[in-house]
């Protein structure tokens, strides 16, 4: 069975600085992978996702995501936080199966300082 | 363009009453979800439907029924509440599959069981 683990319930930084959030996965296979962001009372947006092919992916709002196969890791960085940066990020992955069951993390707060 | 859009926002119900939550989606996308997202835990797959007149159970289907009469419109219904049932409701439709395209999310619908 698929399963994902986000080890940091909540994580604060301050504006201007970097970011990595951490994702692992449990797949037997070639997984599908996600990061997916959500304000307040907001639903969920995504941004960005893996596939196939290049390991460094790019997605919205700045933030990008490394898939490491050897460390069944998938973290997603940014290089300078902004406040509106604020919210709930969840990781997830799907099977390439067709059975449509996308498994998502507990998820990571994260709080920006001044 | 609205997107996904949910129906209600909010809603208290009393143990052994039943509701309907109402999810539109003006995309003309194939699938749709239902997911429940409780504190601490991932948003969770109840259940979801690959085309107009077809459902099928997803991880947590129990106590849940659905229904996709309209391929704009996906029905959750709950038919006698439980206090286990309180959580926030979150609605997503894409085009093809998880495995192949882009959910996109609803705002929610945040549901308390007395």
């Known amino acids: 069975a698929q399963s994902v683990t986000q080890p940091d319930i909540h994580i604060t930084v301050s504006e201007g600085a970097s970011l990595e959030l951490r994702c692992n996965y449990s797949y037997g296979a070639t997984p599908y992978l996600f990061w997916y962001v959500q304000s307040p009372g907001q639903g969920l947006q995504l941004l960005l996702k893996y596939f196939s092919g290049d390991t460094l992916v790019q997605g919205i709002k700045g933030f990008e995501a490394e898939f490491k196969r050897s460390q069944s890791s998938f973290n997603l960085r940014k290089p300078s936080v902004h406040w509106s940066d604020a919210a709930e990020y969840f990781c997830a992955v799907a099977s390439n199966f067709g059975n449509e069951k996308l498994t998502f993390g507990t998820g990571t707060r994260l709080t920006i300082i001044p | 363009n609205a997107g996904v859009t949910q129906t209600p926002k909010f809603r208290v119900l009393k143990t052994g009453q039943s509701m309907t939550l109402l999810c539109a989606q003006d995309?003309?996308?194939?699938?749709m979800y239902w997911y429940r997202q409780d504190p601490g835990m991932g948003l969770r797959l109840i259940h979801y439907?690959?085309?107009?007149?077809?459902?099928a159970k997803g991880e947590v289907p129990d106590g849940y029924n659905v229904s996709r009469l309209k391929k704009q419109n996906f029905l959750l219904g709950l038919e006698s509440a439980a206090p286990s049932q309180t959580s926030v409701y979150f609605c997503?439709?894409?085009?093809?599959?998880?495995?192949?395209?882009?959910?996109?999310f609803g705002p929610g619908t945040r549901l308390t069981v007395l």
């Open positions: 995309m003309n996308h194939e699938y």
């Open positions: 997503a439709s894409s085009y093809r599959g998880v495995s192949t395209d882009t959910q996109y």
């Open positions: 439907s690959v085309g107009e007149g077809t459902t």
